[in-house]
């Protein structure tokens, strides 16, 4: 017995060993790849000296005789920290995603096929300025002399998911930092899939009540929706019934897959911009905060560094695999950002001959397809081919993506037109020239040559402030069928985009009497038809919330446009709760403790008591999302059934028109199939019931003891790692936070159909923050929300995220010796002759 005890022990111990030793083996080898801040290299490509001195937040401060060399540190730094996310991009653009991961990857490969992003990217090159020329070009030498340096040294492939997808790490070009840019056009858009719901749902519930969800504002010049189906007299009123049956939703590849760009139209566009004139600033500057939302991820999309060109230092967020500071700063300009929601995309229903599926109606006749073969390699199995084909409209897209096959006519295909999809894009020639600009007037001249996507450009210089929306314009004939909000036949030329518009009419303000500018992704004016600028916005309530703290003080400080930036009040909670709740506060007796109407009583009470703030500490929050939510559910299933998915985040201004009674929004609260006519009253009280179930089985019976912030995780997962088991409880950063779908502070939830599991996760955000003081300039402040490393092993992957958790941020100077000064490390890059 003895003697058994010793061997196992024996074992033991040896299994303890090899635990030990392939722990340390394993962290030896990835831990190679973590870049030494403070070092010296002899490279290829750079005309003399660079300096990357690195901030204690390990934010680089790049140093060069000429702006190339410049641009050659920035690629160096990029590919440093975050190779294996530009690689990704990069990949993704291409449409190569399945040489690494597969087929889970393959119909996110075959739709970036078929929009050719990598293709009009590498088209898009010839048409740079030679300014942008040469910092694309050294930016990818800066990037490509890190890959040497990887593979000469044997530095641990330069990312620790290389070890686990073994992929080679091609050298960089200029196509691929426009197709990451463009890359963010995919992200960002979202009209393409409002004309397919819109679609839909005029048809199977009529314009009106599709107007309650979602809202029309055109300004003069709107019209009436035409009936869909008599768009396409061919097609039956059966054939219709039977496709607009089927179930609206995007594969999981498409919608919310963690290596997909296509997002959901409720989360293709946020954002917070605001600036202050003189007039309006304690101090008789300028002032400007910017927070631009885009889906979480560990890393952020976003990366601080400061560039020291000939025009003056610029700092701020740069995107990694882009040559600009896209949002940021110099010491004369401060720019942000916001989401225009610019109606750049229209779909068409081509017409197919039959005689020759190959063929398809023109106004003038019949004409081919542009058809291409494109052959994509997926690891583990055989390769994929498939057919790409365009039209004089864009390209053709497959029933399987979008509910497509749920709307096209029989003997049709979709086409889509998309400013994005364009062969000479020089948007990135917009952001390198806005770096160089010195004044409002500077930067909205560069922002010309911006194509996709559609942005709002919020400038302040030192005496003034503007707004003006970057991003081509398509030109329709004032004879469009739809203005744009449906499909139309591709063969009707009032259809058809008749060029862009001239660049003088995108929307502009320049110095307003008011001395404020704010955009939420509200509508920023009305303009008829076709010069609208889009029929679907953003979020109504923030701007309403953004005016009010704005009309508070009378001049405002960079505290206030911080505390503003960080407000977690929700207007539309304001709002909403007096409508829905009016008849249910304080109506019931006295009911039995651990009763159905207990629960009810208490939580009506906690939200009575409450002032709309989303606080994380707070049950409050947690039981009005969960309560809108179930409401919006139980007034649309029975009208909407399976296309209940079409919405799956609660709509405030659905809500306030049905519980005002808006246009006759209020039958939405009669349960079709049923013989009794339910009241609004009735579907609330029923709503909050069931609601407080739900919650009362996740997070205990005690409403006081529930947490908002338990329920809104913060989930800056890794887009790979983070899905695998045990390996994402190190990779992925979860937090709790505050702020909700609707408060300018916006943490946007998850959502998904009812039953969905963790609906209220925060998923979508503002990754990168920045206040701008031009009297001050040295006092702007900025913040990302996870850090400036993507190597799961650095301290610098998430040091900043708990800052910005917790509503701080940090300084970043434009004078030399101070940023020299301290921080983990100087990177000196000398020729090598």
């Keep these: 017995m003895l003697s058994l005890f010793r061997w196992l022990l024996r074992i033991a111990t040896a299994l303890v060993v090899l635990f030990l030793a392939t722990t340390i083996g394993v962290y030896y080898f990835l831990s190679r790849s973590l870049p030494d801040y403070d070092a010296s290299w002899r490279v290829r490509g750079i005309g003399d000296t660079v300096e990357i001195a690195r901030n204690t937040h390990a934010v680089p401060h790049i140093f060069g005789e000429s702006d190339a060399d410049v641009y050659f540190g920035l690629g160096f730094a990029h590919a440093q920290d975050r190779l294996w996310q530009m690689t990704l991009l990069r990949r993704t653009a291409q449409g190569r995603l399945s040489e690494v991961f597969g087929e889970r990857t393959l119909r996110t490969d075959e739709l970036m096929r078929r929009f050719d992003i990598y293709g009009l990217s590498q088209s898009s090159v010839a048409a740079q300025d030679p300014q942008t020329l040469s910092a694309l070009d050294a930016y990818a030498r800066g990037v490509n002399a890190w890959i040497t340096l990887v593979n000469d040294r044997a530095m641990g492939r330069g990312a620790p998911e290389y070890f686990l997808f073994p992929s080679e790490v091609g050298l960089w070009q200029p196509a691929d930092s426009i197709a990451i840019l463009k890359l963010m056009a995919v992200q960002m858009s979202g009209h393409l899939e409002n004309e397919v719901q819109r679609a839909r749902l005029s048809t199977l519930i009529g314009e009106t009540r599709t107007n309650d969800l979602m809202p029309i504002e055109g300004g003069d010049g709107l019209s009436s929706l035409p009936d869909f189906a008599s768009l396409f007299p061919g097609v039956s009123e059966t054939q219709w019934q039977t496709q607009l049956a089927m179930p609206f939703r995007l594969p999981g590849e498409l919608r919310g897959g963690s290596l997909s760009p296509f997002n959901s139209t409720e989360t293709a566009g946020a954002s917070n911009a605001f600036a202050a004139g003189p007039t309006r600033s304690a101090n008789g500057g300028t002032l400007l905060a910017n927070d631009p939302h885009l889906g979480f991820s560990a890393p952020a999309i976003w990366y601080l560094a400061r560039l020291d060109l000939s025009s003056g230092a610029v700092t701020g967020g740069t995107i990694p695999g882009v040559p600009a500071v896209m949002v940021g700063r110099s010491e004369r300009l401060a720019w942000g950002l916001t989401t225009a929601y610019l109606d750049d995309q229209d779909l068409f229903f081509e017409e197919l001959s039959t005689d020759n599926t190959q063929r398809y109606r023109t106004p003038d006749g019949w004409a081919e397809f542009d058809t291409r073969r494109s052959i994509i390699h997926v690891a583990d199995a055989d390769p994929v081919t498939i057919t790409t084909r365009w039209s004089a409209n864009g390209p053709i897209l497959p029933g399987s993506h979008y509910s497509l096959a749920s709307v096209t006519p029989p003997g049709h295909v979709a086409a889509l037109s998309w400013t994005a999809l364009s062969a000479e894009d020089t948007s990135i020639s917009a952001a390198v020239a806005l770096n160089r600009a010195g004044s409002v007037q500077e930067a909205i001249a560069a922002g010309e040559a911006f194509v996709a996507p559609a942005q709002n450009l919020m400038l302040i210089d030192r005496n003034h402030i503007a707004m003006q929306v970057i991003g081509q314009m398509p030109r329709r004939s004032a004879d469009h069928p739809t203005q744009g909000r449906m499909p139309a036949p591709g063969y009707d030329a009032d259809a058809r985009w008749q060029g862009v518009f001239p660049y003088a009419s995108n929307p502009q303000f320049i110095d307003p009497q008011t001395g404020l500018l704010g955009n939420t992704n509200n509508k920023p004016l009305d303009r008829p038809f076709p010069l609208h600028v889009s029929f679907d916005w953003g979020d109504t309530t923030r701007i309403q919330r953004w005016v009010r703290l704005m009309r508070q003080r009378s001049v405002h400080t960079r505290e206030s446009f911080i505390e503003a930036q960080l407000d977690t009040v929700s207007q539309a909670a304001r ?106 009253v009735d579907i609330a009280r029923a709503s909050l019931d069931e609601a407080l179930l739900g919650l009362t089985q996740d997070f205990g019976p005690a409403i006081e003891s529930w947490r908002w912030g338990e329920a809104h995780q913060a989930t800056h997962d890794h887009p790979v790692l983070g899905e695998v088991p045990v390996l994402g409880l190190f990779v992925n950063i979860r937090q709790s936070t505050s702020g909700g779908d609707n408060t300018l502070m916006r943490g946007l939830t998850r959502g998904g159909p009812p039953g969905a599991p963790q609906p209220f996760l925060n998923i979508h955000g503002a990754g990168y923050r920045g206040v701008y003081d031009m009297a001050d300039p040295e006092s702007s402040v900025f913040i990302v929300s996870t850090g400036q490393s993507g190597h799961p092993l650095s301290h610098h992957y998430d040091d900043l995220g708990v800052l910005w958790r917790r509503g701080e941020y940090i300084p970043m100077t434009l004078d030399p010796d101070l940023a020299r000064a301290g921080g983990v490390g100087i990177t000196r890059l000398e020729p090598q002759r």
Excluded: K
């Design 575 to 680: 709002t909403l709760l007096p409508l829905v709740g009016a008849e249910l506060w304080f109506q019931d007796a006295a009911p039995e403790p651990g009763s159905a109407q207990a629960q009810r009583q208490i939580a009506l009470q906690l939200l009575a008591d409450w002032n709309g703030e989303m606080n994380e500490h707070l049950p409050e929050p947690l039981i009005y999302a969960a309560w809108m939510r179930e409401l919006q559910f139980r007034l649309t299933r029975d009208e909407l059934g399976p296309q209940i998915e079409m919405f799956s985040h609660m709509l405030p201004d659905f809500i306030e028109r049905v519980f005002s009674n808006t246009d006759g929004a209020g039958e939405w609260c009669d349960v079709v199939q049923s013989a009794v006519i339910e009241t609004c």
